[in-house]
């Protein structure tokens, strides 16, 4: 074991403060991370303060990690000390389901363990992710960093990039097709960029005028205002795919209804309530409603590889870690473009208490 240092909240009130904690030394498959970047995801605010239930605490967030390798176990041929590297949000699966076997680790049958707030069976405790220095992850998790990428910007991929990637890339989305995309916070960004270079013709759903010239800026051919009923009917049954990133309460039959004939509508977005389907919508034209959750592995190799081709990162905001609380409520206000990512070099300039 080793002293890790790191931001933890200790109960669903007390905001994020410094934390010493200890990890585990890498055992034969490990890789040993230095913590370069930590990218802010609403899911970390919403887990710090229980607002999902089950938080462990204390609890270190975190689950869109960059950095670099220190030390790999005796097993470990795919990195070395010095290579950059990422994790994302999985730390371990069962690796026996159908699921995992073929690649599909986040929809582990037994469930994956989360980068933070999971079971860790090598301690006993549970997991610890990447507000900290450190962090210790089975090589089969980890992820290569393609060079000459702002490696700040790369954070976000981990979490925003692969939850807008796989569903494209699933559903098979490639030149030529219409692709509407609602939202423009952090993952309709990254959705915009990623949808842009894949060749499809890029709409951008938004409620808020302002967002057009950055949406055109992100790759969308066209904006439209959903609040504008003559705009959303002007683009009926017109598209193939339709990517929604809104984690808020919302109308999905507005947009189920822009669909051709068998396309697909996929929702990434949380929102606190079940969304309302009226069944004529998906059943007059066959259309299609789905989900999905991250990416596998190898997908999201695939993904920052695909990104990296593309010259594609987050837009980010940096800040020092001990700016945590302000960027939560900044996030609650939608107040940032579009990703927190925290500079973990600030954390060797905070003063550290030990644990209890």
Known sequence: MFTCTGYASTSAEAPLAPFTFQ???PGPSDIEIEILYC???HSDLHTARDEWGGTLYPCVPGHEIV???TRVGAEVSTFKP?????VGCMVASCRECDS??????QYCVP???GTYNGPEPQTGGHTFGGYSSHVVVDSHFVLRIPE???????APLLCAGITTYSPLRHWGVKAGQKVGVVGLGGLGHMGVKLAHAMGAHVVLFTTSPGKEADARR?????VVISKDPDAMAAQGETFDFILDTVAAEHDINAYLGLLKREGTLVQVGAPEKPLSVNVFSVIWRRRNFAGSLIGGIVETQEMLDFCATHGITSDIELIPIDQIETAYSRMLKSDVKYRFVIDMASLHKTSLPEAA
């Open 218 to 222: 992100l790759g969308a051919a066209e």
């Open 82 to 86: 010095g290579d950059l590297a990422g």
């Open 67 to 69: 950095g670099k390798v």
């Open 111 to 113: 469930g994956f363990t």
């Open 148 to 154: 000459g990428l702002d490696l700040a910007a790369v």
């Open 100 to 105: 995992c076997k073929e690649g599909l680790e």
């Open 39 to 41: 990218g802010v995801c």
């Open 23 to 25: 990890r585990r030394d």
